[in-house]
């Protein structure tokens, strides 16, 4: 167990962040000992200080327990079954919108990643990629700066799959127009792989798209979409994930 009390030299303007005095203690990153401060392993006086970003008086006596130690950081990244008409997270959300989401108790009883939930996997959680209040299925959340950056990127080159249900009759080059062809706001859209699931239900796969972009192709080769789900991101689909539930990402799976 790491202990120490902390000296001043002078009058401190401010009291230091606990994360600093962790940090420098157990020569630490400030990002291990925010995580470890979330965790409940630090004491400052004897009481238990798990709030970010609180303020000691540098004479404290901190202590922190071994486990911290034998803890290893590491960045997450889950997958979270959104339900149609649930109103997602904006791209900017705050910690508050996505821990409304991903919670302890809705986690999928059958997540087969070993990894116990803690407060600390959401901080600095972002939401790569949104779905629209009407689309439901895949979002994916990530720590990992390159992972939302190849997920939200504008030049990403992960495919993203979805299953819409339409209705009404599909023009005669319709299907051809889909996959190539069709131009919104006076921009020719690239190359899609479209076909049909069943006599009600297509497969999507782009790359990249426009808000609302699936529902305006179908209009205009004949066709209202009165479901649509995203299924597949990259190499990672939703699979058996029920609906609001989520569940860490897989080792063997990468976005």
């Not at 299907?175 to 020719?188: A, E, F, M, W």
């Not at 899609?192 to 529902?215: E, P, T, Y």
Request: glycine letters at 10%.
């Amino acid at each position: 167990m790491h202990e120490a009390s902390g000296q001043t030299r002078g009058l401190a303007k401010e009291s230091p962040r606990l994360s600093k005095l962790v940090s420098q203690l157990a020569q630490c990153s400030r990002r291990e000992a925010d995580e470890w401060i979330e965790n409940g392993w630090v004491s400052v006086d004897g009481v238990v200080v798990n709030r970010l970003g609180a303020r000691v008086n540098p004479r404290a006596k901190i202590k922190i327990k071994d486990i911290a130690s034998a803890h290893t950081s590491e960045s997450v990244s889950i997958v979270f079954n959104k339900p149609r008409d649930l109103p997602g997270p904006p791209a900017e959300a705050g910690r508050e919108a996505i821990a409304a989401l991903i919670r302890a108790d809705n986690r999928w009883s059958d997540d087969p990643t070993p990894l116990t939930f803690q407060a600390s996997h959401l901080r600095g959680l972002a939401q790569a990629g949104k779905l629209e209040a009407d689309e439901g299925g895949m979002l994916a959340f990530t720590q990992e700066g390159s992972v939302a950056r190849r997920l939200s990127g504008g030049d990403s080159r992960l495919e993203k799959e979805y299953h819409v249900r339409v209705e009404g009759e599909l023009a005669a080059d319709g299907l051809d127009l889909l996959r190539h062809g069709l131009s919104l706001d006076n921009v020719k859209l690239p190359r899609a792989q479209v076909s049909w699931l069943s006599d009600q239900q297509m497969r999507f796969v782009l790359l990249a798209g426009k808000k609302g972009q699936i529902q305006r192709m179908c209009e205009l080769v004949g066709l209202q979409v009165t479901d649509i789900k995203r299924v597949r991101i990259g190499s990672v689909s939703l699979g058996k994930l029920p609906p609001g539930q989520w569940r860490y990402l897989r080792e063997d799976e990468r976005f």
